[in-house]
Every structure is written in structure tokens, then in C-alpha cells.
């Protein structure tokens, strides 16, 4: 049971790959998915049958002939115990109590407060419907969110017996532990070459003589380029958008740099038909490199690179390089 659509479709595509892939399964696990169609998805064709990459949708197939594993949402399943026209998902269910084994729970954390004490009484509904006897049924819940402190085993072990109605210990609890380097590879000496040695870089000067093979290539990403700015002063230096002085007008504006001629320089926008004097009135990184990269066929530059027009809709985007005073009254061919 998914707290969103978008989730369950999601992982009905893994599951539908995942059962065809295993000859263990494929042919013999049939997987479906129960989630509200919405008004514009009443009249699309959904798949029937199992396939290489999704799993039963159509939702008469589902109801006519229950699959062995259901992907829903508690609304979905709300409506699953209510409504008449949906008692054929219950009906093997009915005959044999035994059949229903599991009940998983993704995003676990996300059921608390009313929408947690809803879905806890929908399990108990659904037990009480098929007549469940406590311990039958297995829950499991999954969340990549859950606390680490001392005593977050107890309180999570709590709250899961609450939401399920099942007796639920802190041994049951599969956590995550992280471990270093060392202690993951411990002292097998053979595992020596895939261990990462940041020391050994300093090692890699790269001579014209060398072979490429020899050289690990390394590359760290400290910050996301588009969030690079240069600031509008006599000597521009490059800065981050977060750390511009907002009170000011025009303090850093999105860079260009031509590599070619390794000039460089500042980018912004202009209302189209506006004269040369008017003031930059885009300056919002986002919207200054849509325009770069929306309209980069029509850019044309002067052999001084010095600046750069580029049409888009009604607006211009004017690069003016270091040091040039240079304005614009027409495009440059």
C-alpha cells in the first residue's frame, strides 16, 4: 500500500520487470495494479495481462481474477472493502483465510496523526473482513526516514503495533548501519587495489609521453554550476547565488566565457525594441540560461567577442565582456 499513485506506478513497473525477468516467477506471479483512474483515465485501454515491463491495470481483471500481489492505496483499498462491485477481490480470500499472508506499507513514517489512526482502523476492517486471527497476518513496513537515537528502536516498534494491530518487537526492526572503508574490506589484501586512495592521486602527473590508461581520472562536484554568478565590479570574481548581496540592484549577474579567445563576461536580459541605455531587467539565473539554451542556434557574436545578441520572443539576452563599454543597436552578422 503506497501513500501516493505516483509512487505504486512507480515500482508496478520494477515489479512487472522484475517478475518477467525470473523464470522463477514469470508465468506463475501475477501482479496488479489498484489505483483510481480518474476521470480522463476511464476510457484508456489498460493492459490485461502480465508483461516484460508492467503489470495487470485493467481493473475488471483485477476484481474477476484477484492477482497473487496488489498494489493500492488505502483510498482504493476504503473503497475495496465498502463497495459491492468490488467483493470479487475478496473471494479466494474468503474461502481460505490463509491466503492473505503479507501487508507492506511504504513510506511508513508519512502515516500519522488522522490519516495514521484511519489506516489504522482500515487494517482492522480489512482483518475482521477476511476473519484474520492476530499473528497471521505479516506486516511490514518500509522508511527510509526513521530516528537515531537510543531509544528510537522502542518508539518506532511502538508505532508500528499501533498502525498494524500486530504485536511488533524491536528485534524485528532491519535497520541501516554504515561502515568505513576499512572495516567493509577488513584486511583482505587482495581487495588492496579497489580500495580508493585519495593519497595516490597526488601520484598521477600526467606526462605527453604516457599512456591515458595509466591515469584514473577523478572529479568532484562541489556546487552545481548553473548556480554560478560573477559579480559586476572592476575586478569580477565568481560567487554563488546564494551568497549575493540581495539589497543590491545588480550585484552578480549568470557568466559567459569563450574559449576561443578566453574572454569572459557578464549575461542578463532585455526587453526586445528597448534602447541601449535601459537597465539589465532579467538577471534570475534560470531564466537567463533558458533563454541561452532554448534559443542557442540563433546566437551570433562579433569577432571581438565582446558581446553577444540572442533573440528570444520579446527578449534579448546581451553578454557584455570585461572592461568594454560597447552597446548594441542592432544584431551583429
Given at each position: 500500500m503506497y501513500p501516493m499513485n505516483a509512487l505504486a506506478t512507480d515500482q508496478a513497473k520494477r515489479l512487472g520487470e522484475m517478475i518477467f525477468e525470473d523464470e522463477r516467477l514469470s508465468g506463475k506471479i501475477?501482479?496488479?495494479?489498484?489505483?483510481?483512474?480518474?476521470?480522463?483515465?476511464?476510457?484508456?485501454?489498460?493492459?490485461?495481462?502480465?508483461?516484460?515491463?508492467?503489470?495487470?491495470?485493467?481493473?475488471?481483471?483485477?476484481?474477476?481474477?484477484?492477482?497473487?500481489?496488489?498494489?493500492?492505496?488505502?483510498?482504493?483499498?476504503?473503497?475495496?472493502?465498502?463497495?459491492?462491485?468490488?467483493?470479487?477481490?475478496?473471494?479466494?480470500?474468503?474461502?481460505?483465510?490463509?491466503l492473505f499472508k503479507f501487508l507492506v506499507l511504504d513510506e511508513l513514517h508519512t502515516y500519522d496523526g488522522a490519516q495514521g489512526t484511519d489506516v489504522a482502523n482500515l487494517i482492522r476492517r480489512l482483518k475482521l473482513k477476511l476473519n484474520m486471527e492476530e499473528g497471521q497476518l505479516c506486516p511490514v513496513g518500509t522508511s527510509a526516514t526513521i530516528g537515531s537515537s537510543e531509544e528510537a528502536p522502542t518508539l518506532l516498534a511502538d508505532y508500528a503495533q499501533k498502525i498494524f494491530g500486530e504485536t511488533i518487537t524491536e528485534e524485528?526492526?532491519?535497520?541501516?548501519?554504515?561502515?568505513?572503508?576499512?572495516?567493509?574490506?577488513?584486511?583482505?589484501?587482495?581487495?588492496?587495489?579497489?580500495?580508493?586512495?585519495?593519497?595516490?592521486?597526488?601520484?598521477?602527473?600526467?606526462?605527453?609521453?604516457?599512456?591515458?590508461?595509466?591515469?584514473?581520472?577523478?572529479?568532484?562536484?562541489?556546487r552545481e554550476l548553473s548556480g554560478v554568478q560573477y559579480t559586476v565590479e572592476e575586478k569580477p570574481q565568481f560567487t554563488f547565488r546564494d551568497q549575493v548581496d540581495a539589497q543590491t540592484e545588480i550585484s552578480a549577474l549568470p557568466p559567459w566565457y569563450c574559449r576561443e579567445c578566453n574572454s569572459s563576461g557578464w549575461l542578463g536580459l532585455k526587453h526586445d525594441g528597448s534602447d541601449n541605455t535601459?537597465?539589465?531587467?532579467?538577471?534570475?539565473?534560470?531564466?537567463?540560461?533558458?533563454?541561452?539554451?532554448?534559443?542557442?542556434?540563433?546566437?551570433?557574436?562579433?569577432?571581438?567577442?565582446?558581446?553577444?545578441?540572442?533573440?528570444?520572443?520579446?527578449?534579448?539576452?546581451?553578454?557584455?565582456?570585461?572592461?568594454?563599454?560597447?552597446?548594441?543597436?542592432?544584431?551583429?552578422?
Open positions: 501475477r501482479a496488479g495494479l489498484f489505483i483510481g483512474e480518474g476521470k480522463q483515465g476511464q476510457n484508456i485501454q489498460r493492459n490485461k495481462l502480465m508483461g516484460p515491463d508492467h503489470i495487470i491495470e485493467d481493473r475488471n481483471t483485477i476484481i474477476d481474477s484477484p492477482p497473487d500481489i496488489l498494489l493500492t492505496n488505502f483510498k482504493m483499498l476504503d473503497y475495496g472493502l465498502m463497495k459491492h462491485n468490488y467483493n470479487g477481490l475478496w473471494s479466494h480470500n474468503m474461502l481460505d483465510k490463509g524485528s526492526i532491519i535497520n541501516e548501519n554504515r561502515v568505513n572503508v576499512e572495516e567493509f574490506f577488513e584486511e583482505d589484501e587482495s581487495l588492496l587495489p579497489f580500495i580508493p586512495l585519495p593519497n595516490k592521486l597526488k601520484e598521477l602527473v600526467y606526462h605527453e609521453r604516457d599512456n591515458f590508461d595509466d591515469y584514473l581520472q577523478g572529479q568532484l562536484w562541489i535601459t537597465t539589465v531587467v532579467g538577471t534570475k539565473i534560470p531564466t537567463v540560461y533558458s533563454c541561452m539554451r532554448t534559443t542557442l542556434h540563433n546566437t551570433i557574436a562579433n569577432a571581438q567577442h565582446n558581446t553577444i545578441v540572442k533573440e528570444h520572443r520579446s527578449t534579448r539576452v546581451i553578454a557584455h565582456g570585461n572592461n568594454t563599454e560597447k552597446t548594441v543597436t542592432g544584431p551583429i552578422c
